[in-house]
C-alpha cells in the first residue's frame, strides 16, 4: 500500500495569505496524484489532477506541483470560501487508491 | 450535470446488513468506473471497492474483504454496495465516486454521501 502523509495537520492562515501544504508518498507515484477540497458537511471536490493540472472551474489562485514522492499545493491568497480540509491522493497504483490525513486550513 | 445521489444508509446492529445504493444521473454511467469511498466520523478518506465499466473487474480493500460486494446495475444507472458482518469500525459517510475517463482512478465527481452507523 502506497501510504500517503500530509502536513501540517492544521494550518492557520489569515485571508489573503498564501498557504501552503504537503503531501509525501511512501513510494513513487509519478504525477498520479490529485488535491481535493472538503467543506464541513459536503463531499470532497476534485482540485488538482496530474500533480498540477486544475479541474474544471477552479481559481488560479490554486497551484499544484511536485513528481515522484514530494508535492505541494499552493493556495496564492485566500478567499474566505477555500477555508477547508485538504487531501491528496494518490491514483499511480490504481485501483488501491490511498489519500492523505488531510489538512485543515483555518482563519487565524 | 452529472449527479449521483446515494441512499440506504441507517443505524445497523453489529453483525446486522446494509445495502448502499448510488444513482446515477447525467452521464452515460456504463462508460465509467465507479468507486465507494468511506470516511469515518471527523476523518480522513479511505477508498472501499472498485468495478469497473462493465461490472467484469472488482477490487476491494483488505479491511472489507469479504464482507463487501459491489455491483452496478447497467439498465437502472446505479451502483450498490452490499454491506455484511458490519462492525462499528465500519460507522462513516459512504459517498460514491466516478473514476474519470481519463484517468483511472482520479475521483472528478463525487455523491453527498450516504451515513452509516454500527451500534447496538
Known amino acids: 500500500e502506497v501510504v500517503m502523509t500530509q502536513s501540517p495537520a492544521t494550518l492557520s492562515v489569515s485571508p489573503g495569505e498564501r498557504a501552503t501544504l504537503s503531501c509525501g508518498a511512501s513510494q513513487y507515484v509519478s504525477s498520479n496524484l490529485a488535491w481535493y477540497q472538503q467543506k464541513p458537511g459536503q463531499a470532497p471536490r476534485l482540485l488538482i489532477y496530474?500533480?498540477?493540472t486544475r479541474a474544471t472551474g477552479i481559481p488560479a489562485r490554486f497551484t499544484g506541483s511536485g513528481s515522484g514522492t514530494d508535492f505541494t499545493l499552493t493556495i496564492s491568497s485566500l478567499q474566505s470560501e477555500d477555508f477547508a480540509v485538504y487531501y491528496c491522493?494518490?491514483?499511480?497504483?490504481?485501483?488501491?487508491?490511498?489519500f492523505g490525513g488531510g489538512t485543515k486550513v483555518e482563519i487565524k | 450535470q452529472v449527479q449521483l445521489v446515494e441512499s440506504g444508509g441507517g443505524l445497523v446492529k453489529p453483525g446486522g446488513s446494509l445495502r448502499l445504493s448510488c444513482a446515477a444521473s447525467g452521464f452515460t454511467f456504463s462508460d465509467y468506473y465507479m468507486s465507494w469511498i468511506r470516511q469515518a466520523p471527523g476523518k480522513g478518506l479511505e477508498w472501499v471497492s472498485y468495478?469497473?465499466?462493465?461490472?467484469?473487474?472488482?477490487y476491494y480493500a483488505d479491511s472489507v474483504k469479504g464482507r463487501f460486494s459491489i455491483s452496478r446495475d447497467i439498465a437502472k444507472n446505479s451502483l450498490y454496495l452490499q454491506m455484511n458482518s458490519l462492525t462499528a469500525d465500519d460507522t462513516a459517510v459512504y459517498f460514491c465516486?466516478?473514476?474519470?475517463?481519463?484517468?483511472?482512478?482520479?475521483?472528478?465527481?463525487w455523491g453527498q454521501g450516504t451515513l452509516v452507523t454500527v451500534s447496538s
Open positions: 465516486a466516478r473514476e474519470a475517463i481519463t484517468a483511472a482512478g482520479l475521483l472528478d465527481s
Open positions: 496530474g500533480a498540477s
Open positions: 491522493q494518490q491514483y499511480n497504483n490504481w485501483p488501491q487508491l490511498t
Open positions: 468495478i469497473s465499466s462493465s461490472g467484469t473487474n472488482i
